[in-house]
């Protein structure tokens, strides 16, 4: 399984991870064949927002003395009361449920402290400057969290949480449908059909945008959630594309993103993990979404790189995705940051070694200039 850096919460992670809301209500023995499937597959990140305390305790059952192997994400602000789940920014419950998940697992830490599902500004702001924050930093200095992390659907209120330099880690919701949707889109009409049809669209959002890039250009890796758009994404009847994307293809788009460190799907079965596994093993054509989305005319991504190097081979021997992510870096930026160009220097080719052929603008399915932004590139980096 490949891995991936969280950079600034300094270790590493399996590009496909398990979320493991679906798993709630399901009996001991299922969830111990889920997870194990998953371990056993080399996943080495999971996502645990639930408060419900069954499953909280069987999923500590299930990673028994693999515990540390494995990341988990815990949440601050996920409370189970009167029988329910809530979220929460009381503190006293923040602290009792955070500690109730470290008993039910059996351990001593969580791996990311994730402030829970922060998607309206003015919840940010509060949190940012109050007793949640001092909270996830006391548990960070104290070792009960290796890294601080916060859930979101919301784009703006995400960016704010990734300038304010006071997260590693952000959960975000991210999938090819989503990315089109204005940054503010509530989490409610994310799902909804009608939200495509009431939104002028084209293209990805440009907030969502600058939000990927700042967390690759600031070291807080991307944990991802609603993969798969809740399962519309997998259907043309449901897909607001008209057209069905696989699990791999979608898993791929998200991985593409800049910033992103790992998928995280949900599974109910050994079987379907083991189907989600093959990521691992599929060949590019398999993996590659750009031309179901490509062919989209209602939501038009036309112009802009999608980094998915279905433009390749290149006879110069330029990774296109790989100069465009970094093209796009360095242009959010006033000028382009010294470790931007570090990464640049290292690829293997250049803009500069473009031989100006055209072939990849004959395949890219966006329509991207490529030639054009190679010079843009060279005239920016110097090579
Ligand atoms: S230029 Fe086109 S084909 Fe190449 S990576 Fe970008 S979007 Fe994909
Ligand atoms: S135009 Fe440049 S980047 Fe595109 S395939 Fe030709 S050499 Fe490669």
């Given at each position: 399984m490949r891995q991936r850096l969280l950079p600034k919460a300094g270790f590493s992670v399996s590009e496909l991870g398990l979320g493991c809301e679906h798993l709630q209500g399901k009996d001991e023995g299922l969830i111990r064949e889920v997870v194990g499937a998953a371990l056993d597959g080399g996943i080495n990140i999971l996502d645990l927002f639930m408060s419900e305390p069954n499953v909280r305790t069987n999923i500590g059952r299930a990673l028994g003395n693999r515990r540390d192997r494995v990341a988990v994400q815990g949440?601050?602000?996920?409370?189970?009361?009167?029988?329910?789940?809530?979220?929460?920014?009381?503190?006293?419950?923040?602290?009792?449920?955070?500690?109730?998940?470290?008993?039910?697992?059996?351990?001593?830490?969580?791996?990311?402290?994730?402030i829970h599902f922060v998607d309206d500004l003015q919840d940010w702001r509060a949190i940012e400057k109050g007793p949640v924050m001092e909270y996830a930093q006391s548990l960070k200095a104290s070792g009960r969290i290796r890294a601080t992390g916060m859930s979101s659907h919301n784009a703006q209120v995400a960016l704010e949480a990734v300038r304010s330099g006071l997260i590693d880690v952000l959960m975000f919701s991210i999938n090819p449908a989503y990315d089109l949707l204005h940054e503010t889109t509530l989490i409610d009409d994310l799902f909804k059909g009608e939200t495509y049809q009431a939104q002028t669209l084209r293209g990805v959002n440009p907030v969502r945008a600058e939000l990927y890039r700042s967390c690759e250009a600031s070291g807080v890796g991307i944990t991802v959630m609603k993969t798969l758009g809740a399962g519309a994404l997998l259907e043309a009847k449901s897909s607001p594309f008209g057209t069905a994307l696989t699990v791999p293809q979608l898993a791929r788009y998200a991985l593409d993103r800049p910033g992103v460190a790992s998928v995280l799907?949900?599974?109910?079965?050994?079987?379907?993990?083991?189907?989600?596994?093959?990521?691992?093993?599929?060949?590019?054509?398999?993996?590659?979404?750009?031309?179901?989305?490509?062919?989209?005319?209602?939501?038009s991504l036309a112009g802009r790189c999608m980094y998915c190097n279905h433009c390749l081979p290149c006879p110069a021997r330029i990774d296109i995705a790989q100069v465009n992510k970094y093209l796009d870096l360095a242009e959010q930026q006033a000028q382009p940051v010294a470790s931007v160009l570090d990464h640049y220097r290292l690829l293997e080719a250049h803009a500069g070694d473009c031989l100006a052929c055209g072939l990849c603008e004959e395949r890219c399915p966006f329509q991207v200039p490529v030639r054009q932004r190679m010079q843009q590139a060279k005239a920016l980096f110097g090579l």
């Open positions: 949440h601050i602000g996920s409370a189970w009361l009167d029988g329910q789940y809530t979220r929460t920014r009381d503190l006293e419950q923040c602290r009792r449920f955070f500690d109730d998940l470290l008993r039910r697992l059996n351990t001593e830490y969580m791996d990311i402290g994730m799907v949900g599974c109910t079965s050994p079987e379907q993990v083991e189907n989600y596994l093959r990521y691992e093993t599929l060949d590019e054509a398999s993996l590659d979404y750009s031309s179901a989305l490509g062919s989209t005319a209602a939501y």
